[in-house]
């Protein structure tokens, strides 16, 4: 709380503490000063009369001359008020029902009039649309959770409001956002956007999955995004993780007509073949139509095609200035002749240049060409440390892969070159979680950088049976409270510090 008393105009009582945070209680109504050429705040707030009561607290923001800015109705826990103000100055908030202390808690004498509880505040600075946006974080105004990584790329979660800032001389914002909630339980979540001045320049119902549309926003200094509703994690996966969020955003684009503006990371899925048929028991996007109980055939083969060589051509120029380029998606990138000619024609001073595979095509030729491209990184998915439960969840290919590994490893080494960094991923599941300790013992043999551990993904539920595994996809969440898993993966890291091996888990909390 240092550093507000200034912005507390009117109606504001001192500040309080009990050792651990400090806050301010605010009248049912108070005031804040926006500084000189500041046009936005995020206020954090809660509301323990809804805590304590369950009654909410309906929070109304109004400008000058008493023009209505917004209103918000307060969820208990404390989370992000965006005030927004074209004008900046006086800022007025009005909260209702008003309360008192002694009226909803027993032996209390506290008879002041209260609204909603002040934690701190965070200011968009003056000058935030000159910043040099070479990062996510530098489109991040107030309102958003700190940026989260897994090494690879990088994200931030939303609460119910938080704000873009527009960087000089672009005219729309591309931007990349995902909602588990909506995916996990079909609730709908609409995201608004709003310029400087209140006019609503987008509008989008999201589905759940990563998707992008486009903020118009030509001549503003930010856009505010608002969500239609939040949820916490613990309502959905259990656990203790009780943010209140909406969406998560993965990557922010702007456009301008200068073509020197370069795109903050470009995700680009160059096939949809895969060379590992039938596909893994939980790739979801490749599993067969399903019976009316959710059975999938599990030796269906999914059709699979490369990206249109005019669709390559004319999103190539933008591949070319993106400061991270990811050529992956559903399929194997190694399978297409666009995988090299993407990395052959960007220049890695400039582009971080990724990929996933699965290992099965990381021969002596493929490693060399690699190697020789300078490319960054090459993202291995083996969900599993044993070639028994390899078959179970992949398939066929594990003597293969470990092969290819071991020799792509020996190869850099005999070459000294650091590039490409090389990870193996799982993907926790109940079925093989109980192998991390061991993933770490295998990334320590074969040689590899990093270790990533995720979490299955949302999808629809399906069924299926493959090599005595009967398999439902529902069925292996993971509840991250639980002990055996968290008491499994902390071996696993702790394994990781002890032989040296950088250790990723993708799993919210998991540690908290």
Not at 124 to 130: D, I, K, Q, T, V
Request: a negative charge; charged letters at 20%; aromatic letters at 8%.
């Amino acid at each position: 709380m240092g550093g507000v008393g200034g912005l507390l105009a009117t109606g504001f009582y001192p500040e309080e503490t009990d050792g651990k945070g400090i806050w301010q209680w605010a009248e049912p109504r108070c005031s804040i000063e926006l500084p000189s050429g500041c046009t936005a705040a995020s206020l954090r707030v809660s509301s323990l009369l809804t805590l304590a009561t369950g009654r909410t607290l309906k929070v109304r923001i109004a400008g000058a001359g008493g023009r209505p800015l917004g209103e918000k109705i307060l969820d208990g826990p404390p989370e992000c008020l965006v005030v927004t103000s074209a004008e900046g100055g006086r800022v007025e908030i009005a909260s209702a029902p008003a309360w008192s202390p002694c009226e909803i808690f027993e032996n209390n004498a506290d008879q002041r009039r209260l609204g909603f509880c002040l934690h701190g505040i965070d200011l968009l600075e003056a000058n935030a649309s000159r910043r040099s946006f070479s990062r996510l974080a530098d489109y991040l105004g107030p309102g958003w959770l700190p940026v989260e990584s897994d090494g690879a790329s990088d994200w931030a979660w939303m609460g119910a409001s938080a704000i873009l800032v527009v960087p000089e001389g672009v005219r729309a914002l591309a931007i990349s956002v995902a909602s588990p909630h909506v995916e996990k339980t079909s609730q709908q979540l609409e995201i608004t956007a709003t310029a400087a001045g209140g006019a609503v320049v987008a509008r989008r119902l999201l589905g759940g999955p990563v998707e992008s549309f486009v903020i118009r926003c030509e001549g503003e200094p930010f856009v505010t995004l608002v969500a239609s509703r939040t949820w916490s994690p613990s309502e959905i996966y259990g656990g203790d993780d009780n943010r209140k969020l909406s969406v998560c955003l993965h990557s922010v684009f702007g456009m301008q007509t200068s073509s020197t503006f370069a795109p903050l990371s470009f995700e680009v899925e160059l096939t949809t073949r895969c060379n590992i048929n039938p596909p893994c028991v939980q790739c979801y996007p490749r599993q067969g139509p399903k019976d009316t109980e959710g059975r999938t055939d599990g030796e269906y083969i999914p059709p699979g095609l490369d990206m249109p060589r005019p669709l390559f051509d004319k999103i190539f120029p933008t591949m070319q200035k993106a400061r991270v380029l990811s050529l992956h998606g559903v399929g194997e990138p190694l399978l297409t002749p666009l995988l090299r000619e993407s990395l052959e024609k960007t220049d890695p001073s400039l582009t971080y240049r990724q990929f996933n595979s699965n290992g099965l095509l990381l021969n002596q030729r493929n490693c060399e060409f690699l190697i020789a491209a300078r490319t960054q990184y090459c993202n291995v998915s083996l969900d599993a440390a044993s070639e028994e439960m390899f078959r179970a969840v992949r398939g066929e290919g594990w003597p293969i892969i470990i092969r290819n590994l071991k020799h792509f490893s020996e190869m850099k080494h005999q070459m000294q070159v650091s590039h490409p960094l090389i990870a193996i991923n799982m993907t926790l599941m109940k079925v093989n979680y109980r192998e991390a300790p061991a993933f770490i013992e295998l990334a320590r043999e074969i040689g590899v950088d990093r270790v990533i551990f995720s979490k299955l993904e949302p999808a629809d539920d399906y069924f299926m049976e493959r090599k005595g595994l009967l398999f439902r996809y529902s069925d292996q969440y993971i509840d991250i409270s639980d002990t055996s898993f968290r008491d499994t993966l902390k071996e696993a890291f702790r394994l990781g510090a002890e032989y040296g091996i950088e250790t990723i888990a993708i799993v919210p909390n998991i540690f908290g």
